[in-house]
């Protein structure tokens, strides 16, 4: 009496954790009495989801659907920058490059995606997540003269990725002026 759908939901809740059952809430609303609610959790007894934990991957990962796509998307077209998703800051001021490259390098630590290539074997591709050492792009300043900024960062940008080489992520920091990047 008095309750609504987020006590429910919290009762359910710790009746499953307590009873190693998971408890729909629909449950709790059917059984009208304690004793009904007791027999109807009994039923769920033991169904609880099995716990996440990680699991030994095999030699060969297969390709994601999404990953089959830009896999072969890429075979037809490797230096095609369709799937390029490019960000680009204009930085005024000191910049401190050994913390970008160690910000960059955690990036790709977290990120396997960011560390992952695509090869094949007989014509189907599969996942190699590469260590982050290997996969961590340079992010040392590349001096540009400030009149080719645009063609730099354009030439930076429209260069595609063969998949089965590459790693989705690509960093550059071109340095115009000693505080202009």
Not at 132 to 157: H, M, N, Q, Y
Request: charged share 20%; proline share 7%.
């Amino acid at each position: 009496l008095g309750g609504n759908s987020l006590l429910a939901m919290q009762v359910t809740s710790r009746l499953g954790a307590t009873l190693d059952a998971s408890v729909p809430v629909r449950v709790l609303f059917d059984a009208s009495t304690v004793e009904r609610l007791a027999v109807a959790v009994e039923s769920h007894a033991g169904a609880a989801r099995v716990a996440l934990v990680p699991q030994a991957r095999p030699e060969q990962v297969p390709l994601s659907l999404a990953q089959t796509r830009m896999w072969f998307l890429n075979r037809l077209n490797p230096g095609s920058a369709v799937d390029n998703i490019p960000a680009v800051l204009r930085i005024t001021g000191p910049v401190d490059t050994d913390a970008l490259q160690r910000a960059v390098g955690d990036l790709v630590e977290r990120q396997e995606t960011l560390r992952t290539i695509y090869p094949e074997v007989n014509g189907v591709g599969y996942q190699v997540v590469l260590p982050s050492a290997e996969a961590t792009p340079d992010a040392t300043p590349v001096d540009v003269d400030p009149a080719g900024a645009i063609d730099a960062v354009r030439e930076f940008l429209l260069r595609g990725f063969d998949v089965t080489r590459e790693t989705p992520f690509r960093v550059a920091l071109f340095r115009l002026a000693e505080n202009e990047h």
